[in-house]
């Protein structure tokens, strides 16, 4: 809470305001209710409100009463929550199937009623008739449209019409000062901060006509402020609109939440200085507290939000000062339910000696019904944030609202429900997220946040000089140097296959054999280094790769077609990967005691197991090659690499940073080349002790036949570690969330084209699902952008070859005679592109649910229940990632258990493993290595020692004597 001592005036007014609300105890506190009853519980009861709020969010997708009353058993049922025995009876527990139909209405209902509270309408019609009550209590209105997230053109056409719509009822009612409030991620699928300039041009078209309709109505258009990272795109677009338009009846919202409001406050100052109309600034303290916070520790980045709720109110009451003095050029709104706050402003425009015509008040429909009538009384003006959509749709809002007023800092709940023990854990206040601590010595590296200007104004100039380096030789190091073949290969950007981003000098098997000669000679050298100067050369490349990171990721621009964001992210774990294994080494290092009874000591340690041959994909051509390498390395094996033929170019950055590093001549041979020959002769030279490949099954199994071959001369048996591929399955459960879901399948399956070993190729839909889901999936589909990955905007890129182009578009074929093609994109002609396409009425057994397709190709498949789901994600060969979308508690519990694969992702994108958090590799034909970024990775490039001593001498043990 906001400590600061109020004015005395401020504490009159902050007092006659608070008894005024008391007048009003709102239904949802009211514990005599239904409503009330629950909430009164679930602000006693973390686990139970954690359980309430998440089944409130799934009800509107539970298609009967038999599965309402199934979700209600497996949601409450357990003991743990302690139910009292009336809400038990409140909530039917206990009941007998037949009567689930009964229940399962009666739930819908109650909860339809909760709704209500805060949601005005659930349709456009009956608008009116909310707004004339609300005008004759002297109220205005802004109301906003509910919706589901928006994933397609055609859902943001729609919301748009609806938007439309919902003006015209408003300005049709008399009375009133009409007002509306935009969200611009309802607008358009593709917004994306990374290209902010696009996406600006782009609303701005949009908002035009229902700007020039507001105009002419007389409406004042506010364009809600959403999650951080969509902030300074919102206040772009609002200052174009205001340039054009001049910015009368034009309003946007600042979050006092958020630390860098102050500076962007003194920027909306300077435009409504700059222009005639009288901006409208709506002052909020900020919906999406937890998510901003927990979004900045998943990624590394400085929290934008202040992290205790004092912080926030005197931030508010700050702004709420400068909001008021400005208010020569702005139409100052003030949104709190909180009477501290309230009074406060209330003092503050007495002493500026602005009257109440001078600015208003703002309250959320159902949750300031008392402090709006006192605020009406004193003549202040109020306006009310009325939400209109039905109750599907709204739940995001809805489940929003419940958060707000449980939450212990929440000024409602602390005048309404007063006797709470304090004590009790706080939600919102507590100061930071509880995160897991991770591990000693290693953190993860943020990836670039590219809502920021500045960071894609450097990410352009590092696109613009490394093309500038294009045409380049990179050469083979064999031996102690470079070593120029002169069998030169180009490599070639897959966009523009006539642009060369380097010319290769290809190594061939004599390279082969020099370079695993001098990787042999360097080993024993390298093998007794100290492990922390090991380590080091890792850390000192970590940090050569961080400074250089922007430049690491535009080269993967032109060599692999990665957009920006991924390229980037291949950079970040490229550098984890260097800075996690330089950790996990040194703590293998260490000489570690095995039971040791007196007499006898023993203790084992480990050594490297020789020469490596690391043999990499394109995919992620800097993190895996980076990954495979460094183990190897720090292992304390000497190490000979092949890149892939397609990305030898990124290759070389890696091996010239060790080079920077210093890293001793002879222990890191590179030898670009086709895999046909130079892999081949690598994996059969009997100088190489372990081979960590990385790639395609194909490669993968016959690399794992040659190395079982021990020919005559060679001293030791080869170990293959072997990264393969995958045919990734999300099943998509009835009660899923399609806003989720089909979001985090459209980035799972064609991000990076689906060109990853992660991609997921099939989604699996469980019963009545199936139609929605794809429908909006196909939609979402159709809307990707496809482009040249240089641009920020492109969503789909190329592939990486005219042979990959070739392969996919095969598939076509082959899935227009096993299913139905439900969508296909469109693509540039020029380049290796291939239309990202959804079948349908695919089958288990068809190859299209069989091969590895290796692009942007998706398939979907029918299940009758999550067991058969089950059983059809498990029939294939391989056994690498999976997801499911499941609101079901037991359905999450039964798929964890017996959805085997390497990495499941549940509820969430099945792509983007990030090192140390969510260590990588499948089984069964995806791999048999153990996972990479995790703790076991590195024992496959050791060999486990153990040293047994007799410590008696003569009779006498030295333990003893102690
Ligand atoms: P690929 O198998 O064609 O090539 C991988 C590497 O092996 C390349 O360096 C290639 O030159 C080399 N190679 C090819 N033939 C060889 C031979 N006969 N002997 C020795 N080496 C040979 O795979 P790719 O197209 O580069 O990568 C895509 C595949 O990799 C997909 O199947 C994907 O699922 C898989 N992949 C798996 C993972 C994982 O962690 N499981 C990660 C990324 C990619």
């Known amino acids: 809470m906001d400590s600061t001592p109020l004015t005395s005036r401020a504490e009159v007014l902050r007092a006659e305001l608070a008894e005024a609300l008391r007048q009003h105890r709102p239904l949802l506190f009211d514990p005599a209710g239904w409503a009330g009853s629950l909430i009164d519980w679930a602000l006693r009861d973390v686990g139970f409100r954690t359980a309430l709020f998440r089944f409130i969010d799934c009800l509107p997708s539970l298609d009967g009463g038999a599965e309402v009353a199934d979700h209600l058993e497996a949601y409450f049922a357990d003991g743990a929550l302690g ?22 209405a009666a739930l819908r209902h109650n909860v339809r009623t909760l709704a209500r509270q805060f949601i005005a309408a659930e349709e456009v019609e009956q608008l009116p008739r909310v707004l004339r009550r609300l005008y004759q209590t002297g109220a205005v209105a802004t109301v906003d449209l509910l919706g589901e997230r928006t994933v397609s053109e055609a859902e943001a056409a729609a919301h748009l019409a609806g938007y439309h719509a919902l003006l015209e009822r408003v300005v049709a009612v008399p009375g009133g000062d009409p007002g509306l409030s935009v969200k611009i991620s309802a607008l358009d699928s593709r917004l994306d901060p990374i290209d902010a300039d696009r996406c600006v041009a782009r609303l701005v078209d949009r908002l035009r006509p229902l700007l020039a309709k507001a105009a002419a109505g007389h409406a004042l258009v506010y364009l809600d402020m959403e999650d951080h990272p969509l902030k300074d795109l919102t206040l772009d677009l609002f200052q174009a609109l205001v340039e054009e338009s001049g910015g009368s009846r034009l309003g946007c919202v600042l979050q006092a939440y958020l630390r860098a409001t102050e500076t962007d406050l003194r920027r909306v100052i300077d435009l409504a200085r700059r222009h005639p109309g009288r901006i409208a600034v709506r002052l909020v303290k900020g919906a999406y507290w937890d998510t901003e916070v927990a979004v900045a520790h998943q990624r590394g980045w400085p929290v934008p939000v202040f992290e205790a709720k004092g912080e926030t109110d005197q931030a508010f009451a700050v702004l709420a000062e400068r909001l008021l003095a400005a ?95 304090e004590s009790t854990p706080q939600r919102a206040s ?231 590093a210093g890293l001793p001549e002879g222990v890191l041979q590179f030898l670009p080349g086709p895999g046909s020959t130079v892999g081949d002769a690598l994996v059969r030279h009997e100088g190489v002790h372990t081979i960590a490949f990385t790639g395609s099954r194909e490669v993968g199994l016959a690399i794992n036949e040659m190395a079982a071959r021990t020919p005559a001369g060679q001293r030791h048996v080869k170990r293959v570690i072997c990264e393969m591929g995958g045919k990734n399955a999300i099943i998509v459960d009835r009660d899923a969330d399609l806003d989720e879901a089909v979001f985090a399948i459209v980035q799972s399956a064609f991000g990076y ?210």
Request: glycine share 10%; net charge neutral.
């Open 430 to 660: 507590r100061p930071v997220m509880a995160v897991a601590e991770p591990e000693v010595g290693f953190s993860n590296e943020p990836p670039l946040d590219f809502s920021r200007a500045e960071v894609r104004a450097e990410f352009q100039r590092a696109i613009d000089e490394v093309r500038q380096a294009l045409g380049q030789s990179v050469v083979p190091v064999v031996g102690h140097g470079d070593m120029e073949t002169g069998r030169i290969r180009p490599s070639l950007n897959p966009a523009h296959p006539e642009q060369v981003v380097a010319q290769v000098h290809q190594a061939g098997p004599e390279e082969v054999a020099t370079a695993v000669e001098h990787a042999g000679r360097a080993q024993p050298g390298w093998a007794v280094t100290p492990v922390a100067e090991r380590a080091g050369y890792l850390r000192r490349v970590a940090a050569y790769l961080r400074e250089r990171r922007m430049a690491m990721a535009a080269w993967q621009i032109f060599e692999a077609g990665k957009g920006w964001r991924e390229a980037d992210a291949d950079v970040c774990e490229a550098i984890d990967f260097l800075e996690y294994y330089a950790t996990e080494m040194v703590r293998l290092a260490a000489w570690r005691r095995y039971p040791s009874p007196p007499g006898e000591e023993n203790r084992g340690s480990y050594i490297g197991r020789g020469v490596a041959a690391v043999i990499a994909p394109w995919n992620f051509p800097l993190a895996i090659f980076t990954g495979m390498t460094s183990a190897a390395l720090v292992a304390g094996n000497t190490v000979v690499v092949k890149p892939a033929s397609n990305t030898p170019r990124i290759g070389r950055l890696l091996v010239d940073a060790f080079r920077a």
């Open 327 to 421: 208010a020569d050029v702005l139409a100052p709104a003030i949104a709190s339910h909180n009477a501290r706050s309230v009074g406060q402003v209330l003092a503050t425009a007495e002493g500026l000696g602005l009257g109440p015509d001078r600015f208003e008040f703002q309250v959320l429909y159902g949750m300031g019904e008392g402090l709006q009538t006192a605020l009406l009384a004193r003549g202040n003006r109020v306006r009310v944030y009325v939400p209109v959509g039905n109750l599907l749709q709204g739940m995001a809002y809805l489940v929003r609202r419940l958060l707000e007023n449980t939450a212990n800092t929440s000024f409602l709940r602390r005048t309404f429900v007063p006797d709470l023990d």
């Open 83 to 104: 139910l009292p025995a009336p809400l038990r009876a409140a909530l039917h527990l206990g009941i007998g199937r037949w009567t689930a139909p009964v229940t399962g």
């Open 753 to 962: 084209q689906g060109q990853k070993c992660s991609a997921c190729s099939r989604v699996i839909a469980v019963g009545a699902v199936h139609d929605a889901l794809v429908t909006r999936l196909g939609q979402a589909t159709e809307s990707l952008e496809a482009g040249d990955p240089i641009d920020p905007g492109s969503r789909v890129g190329p592939l990486i070859d005219a042979a990959a182009q070739k392969r996919v578009q095969g598939y076509w074929d082959v899935g227009r005679s096993e299913g139905r093609l439900w969508t296909q994109g469109e693509v540039p002609e020029e380049g290796y592109y291939v239309a990202p396409c959804l079948f349908t009425e695919i089958a288990s057994h068809h190859r299209l649910a069989q091969e590895e397709i290796f692009g942007p190709v998706l398939s979907v498949l029918r299940a009758a229940d999550i067991e058969e789901a089950v059983s059809i994600a498990l029939a294939t060969d391989y056994a690498l990632t999976g997801g499911l979308f499941s609101r079901h508690p037991r359905h999450v519990a039964y798929v964890c258990e017996r959805f085997q694969v390497g990495n499941l992702y549940i509820n969430r994108g099945i792509t983007g493993a990030i090192v140390g958090r969510q260590p990588f590799g499948g089984f069964f034909l995806s791999g048999i290595g153990s996972q990479a970024g995790g703790p076991d990775y590195l024992l496959q490039f050791l060999l486990p020692r153990t040293v047994s001593e007799n410590t008696l001498r003569r009779g006498f043990a030295p333990e003893m004597l102690a």
